[in-house]
């Protein structure tokens, strides 16, 4: 059965650090979208990065583009995201997600994207204070 299990997130000032962890265990990665997602109170939960498994390819919500880095490391089960001069607007509960078998070789962080992806971790809070 998969299993996804988040760590890190946290409180931090404007212009700081954090990084999450997603054990994703049980998986083809070859063949998988892997993703962070996140939901602030009253909001839609949106895409924030995304990698597809089989050649690595990145994907970042232009929101996010040049200060979020997602990574996944095949012999560690491991997907990672390094979150760098953070603003009080990325507060929100973070989730990783799966799709296990993508039906294309990418996955595009679009409106909705969120409905292609079957496995989701619990959540972790990231509140960056002004």
């Known amino acids: 059965q998969v299993q996804l299990a988040e760590s890190g997130g946290g409180s931090v000032q404007t212009g700081g650090s954090l990084r999450l962890s997603c054990a994703i265990t049980r998986v083809t990665y070859s063949s998988a979208c892997m993703g962070w997602f996140r939901q602030a109170p009253g909001k839609e939960r949106e895409g924030v990065a995304t990698i597809f498994g089989g050649d690595g390819s990145t994907y970042y919500a232009d929101s996010v583009k040049g200060r979020f880095t997602i990574s996944h490391a095949n012999n560690k089960q491991i997907l990672n995201l390094e979150m760098n001069s953070l603003k009080p607007e990325d507060t929100a509960m973070y989730y990783c997600?799966?799709?296990?078998?993508?039906?294309?070789?990418?996955?595009?962080?679009?409106?909705?994207?969120?409905?292609?992806?079957?496995?989701w971790g619990q959540g972790t809070q990231v509140t960056v204070s002004a």
């Open positions: 997600a799966l799709d296990p078998s993508a039906p294309r070789p990418e996955c595009p962080v679009v409106a909705g994207s969120a409905d292609d992806y079957a496995y």
